[in-house]
């Protein structure tokens, strides 16, 4: 984002059956474009961060003129899509369904009335009211409103932009419901001819209230579709039927949801910091950045003593993490032309280090006499604990070549390479060339009676690299505490490590002929 290596981690610490992006934090107004590189030849300069493809995003900056204000109010509303679509069978079909699998089952096993194994036939122990739309039930109208005001301006040394936006979301399943606020701030200023400095910051914070998702046991939809028709989440004198009984299949969905509050909050802080030299009429520049991500992850789960993972007497998850991220990257540029400016040429050479630093505290604890007790230290018991820290560092290298002639004839080769403290020193270090060649036949002189038409013929090759997925201390033996004998701490190997881990690397070769027509 602006040039800042973002930790696109999941945003959930507790597995809640479904994943979010940290990316979900970002205010959209203030994206202004996104590119994605998906042909090595133009990732590889990216090395280790390009094996699945590079995504820039650029936000909106200010420029010369007067300062111009926008503010935006939105709002709307959505709903569960095609709610009917599914026809369920009611619960005379179902009770008849069953109970024809009742005749065949005990037909095919020779059990009669009596037998241990012998399957007795179901009624609707409501009798015949409406069956309950349980659907419906757990869903509602979502609706969202959004406000955003940003300013924007400049002159011919200095531009400004600033942007504030909050929205508040609540989904189309009960009690999911997200907050978001982001603010902005973009400054950049010429002091002369050859200094120039700039400074990018966001703040943002997201509340996400949670309901179960696709992976979770609790999942909320398939706990409402499965159940049987005649089923229902309420008894007769207000309370619950419970699930995985003969009063109801499944989890009760009902109870779910109102027997629990679960969220997540984000803070994160992104900064880009630069200073830009130019020297010889500007053919040279020498920009140093730096960069840093911090993200604070709070994940709060609470089960009433009344939901179905209460354990009949509360239990409260407590997860926080933190993590930080700089960078400090070095960028030499050569521009020049020659041959009365046919042929043009770019130069870059470029170094960075890359650091990276985590922290996270997990608190687990059981019996809660009251709902308004909802701090896990009030806890009558610590069910589980644990924490861990980690961090990995990152060098890099790194340069490209770009030559063009009379805009016909196209070079570009790159070539990098990443050392990385997760891997021992002999495999530390990978290296990502790529070559790219480009024929613009749009500006041969045969085709100047072609107008409208754009032709550009490319070819190239570029390998990528990969770290994702190994751990920090991968490779190397590790001890594990908890290892007691009686009264005693102890320790033992919980992994032999492997010091011939290296880089994950992709070889890609691409042939491209790009058409225009009409202008494009």
């Known amino acids: 984002i602006d040039g800042v290596p973002i930790t696109n981690s999941n945003a959930n610490l507790t597995n809640f059956g479904e994943d979010m992006s940290s990316l979900s934090m970002l205010n959209l107004s203030d994206i202004e474009s996104i590119e994605i590189l998906k042909d090595a030849a133009s990732a590889a300069i990216y090395g280790s961060r390009a094996t699945n493809g590079v995504v820039l995003i650029t936000t909106r900056s ?3 003129g007067n300062a111009n204000f926008r503010v935006t109010l939105s709002t709307g509303l959505s709903q569960f899509p095609n709610i009917d679509k599914v026809r369920m069978v009611n619960s005379e079909q179902y009770v008849d369904a069953y109970n024809i699998g009742v005749d065949n089952y005990n037909k095919q096993y020779g059990y009669k009335l009596g037998d241990s194994g012998y399957k007795e036939h179901i009624e609707n ?14 869903t509602q109208l979502g609706k969202f409103v959004t406000a955003d005001v940003s300013v ?26 997200m907050d978001k606020i982001n603010l902005s701030f973009k400054l950049n200023h010429k002091f002369n001819d ?63 949801l109102n027997e629990e509050i679960a969220y997540i909050e984000n803070f994160r802080f992104i900064g880009s910091y630069y200073a830009t030299l130019k020297f010889w009429e500007d053919r040279i520049t020498f920009k140093n950045t730096f960069n840093t ?35 400090v990257e070095s960028v030499l540029n050569y521009n020049d032309s020659f ?17 990276y630093d985590y922290h996270n505290i997990y608190l687990q604890g059981k019996g809660f006499p009251s709902q308004s007790l909802d701090v896990v230290g009030l806890a009558a018991e610590v069910a589980d604990y644990s924490g861990s820290a980690g961090a990995y560092r990152m060098e890099s290298y790194f340069g490209r070549l770009s030559a063009s002639y009379k805009n016909r004839y196209l ?110």
């Open 293 to 327: 991500d911090v993200l604070a992850l709070y994940d709060y789960t609470n089960y009433f003593s009344t939901h179905p993972y209460g354990e009949g007497v509360g239990l409260i998850t407590d997860r926080n993490q933190t993590s930080v991220n700089y960078s």
């Open 194 to 256: 050859w200094l120039e400095v700039g400074a990018n910051n966001s703040g943002n914070y997201v509340k996400n209230h949670q309901v179960p998702g696709h992976n979770s046991g609790a999942m909320i939809i398939g706990r409402a579709i499965l159940q049987r028709p005649f089923d229902r989440p309420y008894a007769p004198d207000g309370s619950y039927f419970t699930g995985g009984t003969d009063a109801l299949t499944y989890h009760n969905a009902m109870q779910i």
């Open 411 to 520: 070079l570009t080769a790159t070539l990098r390479t990443d050392g990385s403290s997760k891997f021992a020193k002999a495999y530390r270090w990978g290296w990502f060339p790529s070559l790219s060649l480009g024929w613009n036949i749009s500006n041969e002189p045969f085709m100047e009676n072609a107008e409208g038409v754009d032709l550009k013929f490319r070819i190239s090759y570029g390998k990528t690299g990969n770290q994702e997925g190994i751990g920090n201390y991968a490779y190397q033996p590790k001890l594990s505490a908890g290892y007691n004998y009686g009264t005693e701490s102890g320790f033992a190997v919980s992994d032999f490590g492997n010091e011939q881990l290296t880089w994950e690397k992709a070889d890609q070769f691409d042939v491209g002929l790009d058409m225009g027509f009409f202008d494009d």
């Open 339 to 355: 041959l009365d400016d046919d042929l043009t040429i770019n130069a870059m050479l470029g170094h960075s280090w890359y650091s």
């Open 152 to 177: 924007a301006g400049g002159s011919k040394k200095t531009n400004y932009y600033i942007g504030a936006s909050a929205s508040h979301r609540e989904g189309i399943i009960r009690t999911n419901e």
């Open 62 to 64: 200010g420029s010369e």
């Open 125 to 138: 122990p409501f009798g015949t009211p409406e069956d309950y739309d349980w659907m419906r039930a757990i």
